[in-house]
């Protein structure tokens, strides 16, 4: 089930929860210390996150619905997410198991004993999916929590703490796969893009900011700077990676953006607020390399 995208509201009638910047996913019960995982590209994750093998307890023919995140301080932190979806290999899989340890926050129950709970409302089968939670007992097992009514305030709490967003859920509603539905809302504080670096502002070694473009309709376009979320170490490390690689001009019109040009070939994600009239992203912090 997708939800459709609308503002922040209060409603009584409504289950406010965090929208988790993680990898969708579907959990299937299949018996026999068997289970499936799989992605909406109909991928299975079951080798790329070895740590959530408890799913394997997983009662014959339940399917819970949920997220895989990397959770750090209470927070999933989508560079995390990133470096373990781009993993390649089932001992890289075991090292990140170990290094940027997954967990699945569930929150949805869509079939049970091979019967599909669709038709029944949200309330009740979440007070299922508690029990099947907390009879699981695994850690890496969670439930996605959430208020009833004042959805404007935790909106405002979820933006303070820079977190992608929130879902406002129908209390009374079905799960309908597949499908879009306006009985599921999300509302994000931030959104994600990649980006390309085409280039940078610095004061001698010290780089202050980087200069980033992204696909804009098929069109590479500069989209502004970004320097909120570079860390002295990785402001050192893309330092001595792009002095390597500059250029006389940028390879797009940057406006009135000065700096040092580079040759494309480092990407990185960024988050944002929104787009301005200009198309520049607004409040832009950096969040991850995108490492090929």
Not at 132 to 155: H, K, M, N, Q
């Amino acid at each position: 089930m997708l939800a459709k995208s609308g503002k922040a509201f209060d409603s009584d009638q409504h289950l406010f929860e965090v929208k988790w910047d993680g990898t969708r996913a579907l959990a299937y019960g299949d018996g026999d210390g068997s289970y499936r995982l799989i992605n909406r590209n109909k991928r299975s994750l079951v080798e790329r996150y070895p740590e959530l093998g408890f799913l394997s307890r997983l009662e014959p023919g339940l399917v819970l619905d949920g997220e895989v995140c990397v959770i750090v301080d209470g927070k999933a932190v989508f560079g995390g997410m990133l470096t373990r979806e781009q993993a390649r290999g089932e001992r890289r899989y075991r090292e990140l198991a170990n290094a940027l340890p997954a967990t699945y926050v569930v929150f949805d129950l869509v079939y049970r004993g091979f019967g599909s709970l669709c038709e029944r409302p949200l309330s009740e089968r979440r007070e299922e999916l508690a029990a099947v939670v907390e009879a699981l007992g695994d850690p890496r097992l969670v439930l996605s929590d959430g208020i009833v009514g004042a959805g404007e305030a935790f909106f405002d709490e979820v933006n303070a703490l820079d977190i992608e967003g929130i879902v406002a859920k129908r209390l009374a509603s079905r799960y309908h796969p597949g499908r879009r539905t306006d009985e599921w809302i999300k509302i994000k504080a931030r959104q994600h893009v990649h980006c390309v670096v085409l280039g940078f502002q610095a004061e001698g070694n010290d780089l202050r900011s980087l200069i980033v473009g992204t696909d804009d309709g098929g069109v590479l376009r500069c989209v502004g700077r970004v320097g909120s979320g570079l860390t002295d170490v990785m402001r050192a490390k893309l330092h001595a990676r792009l002095a390597n690689a500059t250029r006389d001009a940028p390879v797009v019109d940057c406006g009135e953006n000065e700096g040092t040009w580079v040759e494309p070939g480092v990407f990185c994600t960024v988050s944002y607020l929104e787009r301005t009239a200009t198309g520049m992203l607004r409040a832009p912090v950096f969040v991850a390399l995108v490492e090929e």
